[in-house]
């Protein structure tokens, strides 16, 4: 069963339905012996599930139980984080290099890719000698499995969910606000984090009106996506700048200065606009909109609570 809420079942049962699975499948994957790299992707992205789906019932959770189960998911992902970030740089070289294919760009591309890839091999290394880590993160899931809340008063309402679906499309219009005054990188990945948060939670409700909400969940992750693109751009250009990346290298080093800010304003030419399309929307009317989408479902759907889930 999918990352989404179901017909004839109860909003409250199936957002622990879903919790409960991303949680085991996360321990799952982080336990793996074999493509641990793998693994620890997979798990990430599962977390990063869990924590749009908390964020999707903090009011009915309370915001200590919320404030608690979101640093665990938080901390957890992070002890794991290193080989996925390097990772996610390899694969931005590439990227660089398919869009440049020039060869002063593709000698800064080749210099850079084989010092990450040393930075690689360190961390796998060092993983294999800290695997207390892994560990850590998969006890750390293990007890919040055990401790998932139980809901007071739970109502098949969209009610339930509305006040905190509210605030995470505000949170996302604010952050878009305060990127387009101050295009910082580290100001744009707090506006993707909350553009992630948005997606997720729509994949979740997507079902009560298909036709109409995958074309805006679809455009969140692009936007995603765009934004990612941006941030991982940024990274390798600070790394480079502060000479921890190409040190002492000139040949190649300045063509893909050049090129990385190239592909930047690109991207700004992109997902500013794609951004004030999706959250053009009053927040309240935006809630109110699916809101009405829900209920109109739910109208044509008897429902069956399912008291295991």
């Known amino acids: 069963m999918g990352y989404e809420i179901r017909a004839q079942h109860a909003i409250p049962e199936e957002l622990l339905r879903i919790w409960k699975a991303d949680l085991h499948f996360a321990v799952k994957e982080l336990s793996r012996t074999r493509q641990v790299e793998s693994g620890i992707h997979q798990a990430r992205k599962a977390l990063k599930r869990t924590r749009a789906l ?50 002063s760009v593709s000698v800064g591309v080749s210099a850079a890719s084989r010092e990450i890839a040393g ?10 000698g800290q695997d207390e880590l892994r560990k850590t993160a998969v006890a750390e899931l293990t007890t919040g499995l055990a401790n998932l809340p139980t809901w007071h008063n739970p109502q098949d309402d969209f009610s339930w969910i509305a006040s905190s679906l509210e605030r995470v499309y505000e949170r996302g219009q604010n ?32 079902l009560c009106w298909p036709e109409m909400m995958n074309p805006h969940t679809e455009e969140l992750h692009r936007l995603s996506d765009l934004l990612g693109d941006d941030h991982d751009l940024a990274v390798i250009e600070e790394f480079i700048l502060s000479n921890k990346l190409m040190q002492g290298r000139v040949v190649g080093k300045t063509a893909l200065l050049h090129a990385i800010r190239e592909y930047r304003e690109s991207l700004v030419l992109l997902y500013f606009p ?23 479902w739910r109208q044509q759907e008897p429902l069956v609570f399912n008291r295991e889930a």
């Open 54 to 103: 908390v964020r999707l019932v903090r009011d009915p959770l309370g915001y200590e139980q919320y404030k608690a189960a979101n640093i665990c998911y938080r901390d957890a992902s992070r002890k794991v984080s290193e080989l996925r970030d390097l990772a996610a740089t390899q694969d931005t070289l590439n990227k660089i290099l398919k869009r440049y294919p020039r060869k």
């Open 119 to 128: 930075w690689q091999k360190a961390a796998r290394d060092h993983m294999r």
């Open 175 to 206: 952050a878009l606000a305060f990127s387009l005054a101050n295009p910082d990188p580290h100001v744009l990945h707090d506006w993707r984090k909350r553009v992630k948060y948005l997606w997720h939670q729509l994949q979740l409700l997507h």
């Open 274 to 296: 794609l951004g004030k399309k999706l959250y053009q929307a009053d927040p309240e009317v935006f809630t109110n909109q699916i809101s009405f989408y829900w209920k109109v």
